[in-house]
């Protein structure tokens, strides 16, 4: 089913739950969204009464009065910004049928309709992104290592303070697609893009690699290596230091020991803990706990591999706020996280996700900050560093730094899987402030982001409420039970030490939109 419908001067994204005109969201709450989806769908064909009516009450025995309002305000929506009064035609004792302009089905990814709209300027020094490699193994199972060998070079390039380098989670967006280096220079605002292929077979590695001049589309260095598998971190820092040199021919010796850095003892370790990346990033309960059988093996292998336990915090940290509570949860997040520390000084990756669950499940924001910070001064280019850290500063109650670091963050990675995070921080932030306009455009961006995630949902529920739009607050409060049954907002709030005046001021708005405490 699609997933996101444009027509006339609209778009219905049908995941999130949201019409837009343009690239602004309109006030329709979730039914009325229901049932323009399933109108949408079927165009130009009659829609019977009681399709729409279990589209948007599914199971429920409802009068027809209430799907006449719901349909009215669909109409008026659909006159008052697109000239759109005739529509959704009434079909008497039948249904409705939509009659209006062609629906189009938009395959685009939200990280590609944002490029398509984003142009960033270039910043006041020298930037790079890293796109995937190809992989040309002949064989899908491989992928995971191709990204692994780039997210360790962007690693090693985001160490430099004088580079700019964009984080790995928007680079990703690229993956897969024809692009033309130079839309990737203006959609990621940077100067040089570094581009390459893999192949790997019988312990044996070929890798292409080149750099090019996103403002002109010159290539500047290109080279190809022939190695043995087992020389990988090596060769991740050649590629590295050569497209670094390439941009700075007077690169000093203090930086070319900045970008070599300590790596995990066993290679198995290190494959262990690429297969696992994708299941811990996904932030979903049932993935992490796959993760983490992979994450326990490789932290076996290698007791002292500082992503391995940096990882593992963080699945156990889901687990916590999404999974029931658990103190066992909470416990083996912070066990982690200090593990993470103690081996990770020199690893920007594991101390930024140990701050987060020293922060967020320990509740020592103090300690966390020590960590991020020790994070930026190892890698400055660090996206993720500031995004989680403007989570903990959210719910910290400091409102203004909340939203400088998640901006910060946005810009290093501009299409980032963890937008959400960082349009969650604003969300809560400008709500303490009381700008609920802004935290509504921010909790409907969280929303588009990651509409399967159910703290997205508690921001536009709270920001709606704010509003007095309480209908739509209350629709968003339903899909917070839907995606969490278990939720209440009270836990929750002890569950992140939530700063008294921000829980004041959310709990009051998840009380008025019917979320339970």
């Known amino acids: 089913m699609a997933t996101r419908l444009v027509f006339g001067p609209f778009r219905l994204d049908v995941a999130a739950g949201i019409l837009f005109h343009g690239i602004e969201p309109t006030p329709l709450g979730r039914r009325a969204v229901a049932l323009l989806a399933l109108l949408l769908q079927r165009a130009g064909a009659p829609v019977s009464k009681d399709a729409l009516i279990e589209t948007a009450w599914a199971g429920q025995a409802i009068e027809d009065s209430n799907l006449t309002v719901q349909i009215a305000a669909v109409r008026r929506v659909l006159e008052k910004l697109g000239g759109g009064a005739g529509w959704i035609e009434t079909l008497p004792r039948r249904g409705y049928r939509y009659v209006g302009p062609a629906v189009a089905v938009d395959g685009a990814d939200p990280a590609s309709e944002a490029s398509a709209r984003a142009t960033l300027p270039l910043p006041d020094k020298p930037s790079i992104a890293v796109l995937p490699f190809s992989n040309l193994s002949g064989d899908p199972e491989q992928d995971y290592f191709a990204d692994g060998m780039v997210d360790d070079i962007v690693t090693g390039l985001a160490r430099l303070n004088w580079l700019l380098v964009i984080a790995r989670n928007s680079s990703f967006t690229y993956k897969n697609r024809a692009v033309d280096v ?21 312990g044996s590695l070929r890798v292409t690699a080149q750099l090019v001049d996103a403002s002109t589309g010159a290539h500047i260095w290109a080279e190809r290596y022939d190695r043995d598998s087992t020389d990988i971190f090596a060769l991740q820092d050649e590629i590295a230091l050569s497209a670094v040199g390439a941009i700075e021919p007077s690169l000093r010796r203090a930086e070319v020991d900045r970008v070599k850095r300590k790596r995990p003892d066993s290679l198995d370790a290190y494959d262990l803990v690429l297969r696992a990346q994708p299941d811990v990033d996904s932030g979903m309960p049932q993935r992490v706990i796959q993760a983490l059988v992979l994450l326990e093996r490789a932290v076996e292998l290698d007791p002292a591999y500082a992503l391995a336990h940096g990882n593992a915090a963080m699945c156990h940290h889901c687990l916590y706020l999404r999974a029931g509570l658990q103190e066992a949860n909470r416990a083996a997040s912070i066990h982690y996280a200090r593990s993470a520390i103690l081996h990770g000084q020199d690893d920007a990756a594991a101390l930024t996700l140990a701050g987060f669950s020293i922060g967020m499940d320990g509740h020592d924001r103090k300690a966390a900050f020590t960590a991020l910070e020790a994070a930026l001064a190892i890698s400055p280019s660090s996206a993720l560093t500031y995004i989680l850290g403007s989570v903990i500063l959210g719910w910290g109650g400091d409102a203004e730094r ?25 969300a809560m932030s400008h709500l303490l402030r009381g700008r609920y306009d802004e935290a509504c455009r921010a909790a409907y961006r969280s929303v588009q982001a990651n509409p399967a995630h159910s703290i997205t949902h508690v921001q536009l529920a709270a920001a709606l409420a704010k509003l007095g739009r309480l209908e739509e607050a209350r629709a968003a409060a339903a899909r917070v039970l839907e995606l969490h049954p278990t939720f209440r907002f009270g836990r929750q709030f002890a569950g992140v030490d939530c700063a008294p005046a921000l829980a004041k001021c959310l709990g009051d708005a998840l009380r008025a939109a019917g979320l339970p405490e």
């Open 402 to 426: 909340a939203i400088e670091w998640s901006e910060r963050g946005m810009r290093l990675s501009p299409f980032d899987p963890w937008a959400f995070a960082a349009f969650d921080a604003q």
């Open 182 to 202: 130079k839309q990737v220079g203006r959609e990621l605002g940077v100067r040089y893009v570094l581009e390459g292929s893999v192949r790997r077979a019988n």
